[in-house]
C-alpha cells in the first residue's frame, strides 16, 4: 500500500499538545535517516550513528520544531512569526511561515549568517533585517518586539518548538530499538539539547501525566558540545562577543541555558567546548570518510565525541547517536579549503577523453 511520511505532527500524534493538531502545517518533516558511521566508530572504538537532519525540508533540524510553532500559531489565527536567528531558525520559519500564508519577520546579525540560509530565508519571502549586533542582540530585540506588538515569537524558548524537536529523540529510539548510551549534539541557543532529553525521558516513561506505554528502557547520557569561543555553558558566564567560523552556534548567552544544565546533570552526560580546528576536522572527516556533508556547527558533536576518545572517555562499544543538524550546502566555503586552509584547485582539461584519463591518472 502506498505510504509517505506525513511530517512529525501526523506521525507523532498522540505524543504531541492538542493545540498543535489543530491547522496542521507540514512540508514533510523528520523521519530523516539513522546513518551507521563505520569511520566513526573506528576513530572512537564506540558504536556511533549519525541523525543525519540536513535531509529536513529546509536542510536542517529547525524544521521538527518550526511545524509545530507554526501550527500552534495557525491554530490561534496569527497573521506574523518573527524569530532571531544565526540562519536555520530564519530559513524554516520563512517556509513554514509561507505554507501557512503568513508574514515572517527575521532578525539576523549582520554579516555572519551563511550564505545559503540567507537567500532560503529571502526565497521564500521574508521580511529580513540585517541587526547590528549579534544573535542574542536579535533574540532580545525579538522577544520585545513580540511582547509589544501582534507577533508571534518561534524561536525555541517557545515551547512549541521544543514539544517539535522532541520527536528527533522518538525516531532515534523507533530505528534503534531502545535509546543509546550516548547522544552528542552541537549546543548554541540549548533548544536542541532540551528538547532530545525531554523525547527521551518521554520515550522512557519518565514524564508525570502520560497515560502512554513508555517505548524505551533507559535514557542516554547528553553530550552537548559547544564551539569554545562560544562557549557560555562550559565557562559558566555568558559571553559578550562570541566568536567561531562555526557561525550557527555563535551564541553567547543561551536562552535555554538552564534546561541544558538539567539534561546534563539528570542524564549523567556533559557539556564541553571544542575548537573551531577540531570543528573543522571533523567536518572533513564527515565529509571524506563517512560521506556526510554538514555545515561546520553540525560538526561539532562529531569533534566532540572524537577529543573525548582521544582522552579515552569514550566507553569502548557504546552506541552512540551524534546529531548532525543542516546541511553542508548552506555553507559551503568550507569544503573548499585543505587541512592547511589553503584554497582547492581543480585541474581543467580538454575534452579529450586521453586527456582526461591522463588527469585521472587512470592511465
Ligand atoms: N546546529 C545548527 C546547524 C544550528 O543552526 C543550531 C542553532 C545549532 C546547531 C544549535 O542548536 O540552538 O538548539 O542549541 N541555530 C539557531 C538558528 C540558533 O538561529 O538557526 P540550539
Given at each position: 500500500?502506498?505510504?509517505?511520511?506525513?511530517?512529525?505532527?501526523?506521525?507523532?500524534?498522540?505524543?504531541?499538545?492538542?493545540?498543535?493538531?489543530?491547522?496542521?502545517?507540514t512540508l514533510g518533516e523528520g523521519g530523516t535517516?539513522?546513518?551507521?558511521?563505520?569511520?566513526?566508530?573506528?576513530?572512537?572504538?564506540?558504536?556511533?550513528?549519525?541523525?543525519?537532519?540536513?535531509?529536513?525540508?529546509?536542510?536542517?533540524?529547525?524544521?521538527?520544531?518550526?511545524?509545530?510553532?507554526?501550527?500552534?500559531?495557525?491554530?490561534?489565527?496569527?497573521?506574523?512569526?518573527?524569530?532571531?536567528?544565526?540562519?536555520?531558525?530564519?530559513?524554516?520559519?520563512?517556509?513554514?511561515?509561507?505554507?501557512?500564508?503568513?508574514?515572517?519577520?527575521?532578525?539576523?546579525?549582520?554579516?555572519?549568517?551563511?550564505?545559503?540560509?540567507?537567500?532560503?530565508?529571502?526565497?521564500?519571502?521574508?521580511?529580513?533585517?540585517?541587526?547590528?549586533?549579534?544573535?542574542?542582540?536579535?533574540?532580545?530585540?525579538?522577544?520585545?518586539?513580540?511582547?509589544?506588538?501582534?507577533?508571534?515569537?518561534?524561536?525555541?524558548?517557545?515551547?512549541?518548538?521544543?514539544?517539535?524537536?522532541?520527536?528527533?529523540?522518538?525516531?532515534?529510539?523507533?530505528?534503534?530499538?531502545?535509546?543509546?548510551?550516548?547522544?552528542?549534539?552541537?549546543?548554541?541557543?540549548?533548544?536542541?539539547?532540551?528538547?532530545?532529553?525531554?523525547?527521551?525521558?518521554?520515550?522512557?516513561?519518565?514524564?508525570?501525566?502520560?497515560?502512554?506505554?513508555?517505548?524505551?528502557?533507559?535514557?542516554?547520557?547528553?553530550?552537548?558540545?559547544?564551539?569554545?569561543?562560544?562557549?557560555?555553558?562550559?565557562?559558566?558566564?555568558?559571553?559578550?562577543?562570541?566568536?567561531?567560523?562555526?557561525?550557527?552556534?555563535?551564541?553567547?548567552?543561551?536562552?535555554?541555558?538552564?534546561?541544558?544544565?538539567?539534561?546534563?546533570?539528570?542524564?549523567?552526560?556533559?557539556?564541553?567546548?571544542?575548537?573551531?580546528?577540531?570543528?573543522?576536522?571533523?567536518?572533513?572527516?564527515?565529509?571524506?570518510?563517512?560521506?556526510?556533508?554538514?555545515?561546520?556547527?553540525?560538526?561539532?558533536?562529531?569533534?566532540?565525541?572524537?577529543?573525548?576518545?582521544?582522552?579515552?572517555?569514550?566507553?569502548?562499544?557504546?552506541?552512540?547517536?551524534?546529531?548532525?543538524?543542516?546541511?553542508?550546502?548552506?555553507?559551503?566555503?568550507?569544503?573548499?579549503?585543505?587541512?592547511?586552509?589553503?584554497?582547492?584547485?581543480?585541474?581543467?582539461?580538454?575534452?579529450?577523453?586521453?586527456?582526461?584519463?591522463?588527469?585521472?591518472?587512470?592511465?
Open positions: 500500500m502506498a505510504h509517505q511520511w506525513r511530517g512529525v505532527i501526523a506521525e507523532y500524534a498522540e505524543r504531541l499538545p492538542e493545540h498543535v493538531q489543530r491547522r496542521v502545517i535517516p539513522l546513518v551507521p558511521a563505520p569511520a566513526l566508530s573506528a576513530l572512537t572504538g564506540a558504536d556511533v550513528f549519525l541523525k543525519v537532519e540536513g535531509m529536513n525540508p529546509t536542510a536542517s533540524f529547525k524544521d521538527r520544531g518550526m511545524t509545530t510553532a507554526i501550527s500552534s500559531a495557525a491554530g490561534r489565527g496569527a497573521k506574523v512569526v518573527v524569530c532571531a536567528s544565526t540562519g536555520n531558525t530564519s530559513a524554516s520559519a520563512a517556509a513554514y511561515a509561507t505554507a501557512a500564508g503568513m508574514i515572517c519577520a527575521v532578525l539576523v546579525p549582520d554579516g555572519k549568517i551563511a550564505m545559503g540560509k540567507l537567500s532560503q530565508a529571502i526565497a521564500h519571502g521574508a521580511r529580513l533585517l540585517q541587526v547590528d549586533g549579534n544573535f542574542d542582540d536579535c533574540l532580545v530585540a525579538a522577544r520585545k518586539l513580540a511582547e509589544a506588538y501582534p507577533v508571534e515569537l518561534v524561536n525555541s524558548v517557545n515551547p512549541d518548538r521544543i514539544e517539535g524537536q522532541k520527536t528527533g529523540a522518538f525516531e532515534v529510539v523507533d530505528a534503534l530499538g531502545d535509546a543509546p548510551d550516548i547522544h552528542a549534539l552541537p549546543v548554541g541557543n540549548a533548544g536542541n539539547i532540551t528538547a532530545y532529553w525531554k523525547g527521551y525521558r518521554e520515550y522512557a516513561g519518565l514524564d508525570a501525566g502520560s497515560s502512554l506505554p513508555p517505548v524505551a528502557t533507559r535514557t542516554p547520557a547528553m553530550w552537548g558540545f559547544q564551539a569554545a569561543g562560544s562557549a557560555p555553558i562550559v565557562l559558566g558566564h555568558p559571553v559578550t562577543e562570541p566568536e567561531t567560523i562555526a557561525t550557527a552556534i555563535r551564541i553567547g548567552n543561551p536562552a535555554s541555558w538552564q534546561q541544558a544544565i538539567d539534561a546534563r546533570d539528570t542524564s549523567g552526560g556533559l557539556i564541553e567546548a571544542v575548537t573551531d580546528e577540531q570543528i573543522l576536522v571533523a567536518h572533513r572527516i564527515l565529509s571524506s570518510q563517512v560521506g556526510v556533508f554538514v555545515e561546520p556547527a553540525s560538526a561539532a558533536g562529531v569533534a566532540g565525541i572524537l577529543a573525548l576518545a582521544a582522552q579515552g572517555r569514550v566507553p569502548a562499544g557504546a552506541r552512540i547517536v551524534v546529531t548532525v543538524t543542516g546541511h553542508g550546502l548552506k555553507d559551503p566555503q568550507w569544503a573548499l579549503r585543505t587541512a592547511d586552509g589553503s584554497e582547492v584547485t581543480t585541474m581543467r582539461v580538454s575534452a579529450d577523453v586521453v586527456a582526461i584519463a591522463d588527469a585521472l591518472e587512470l592511465g
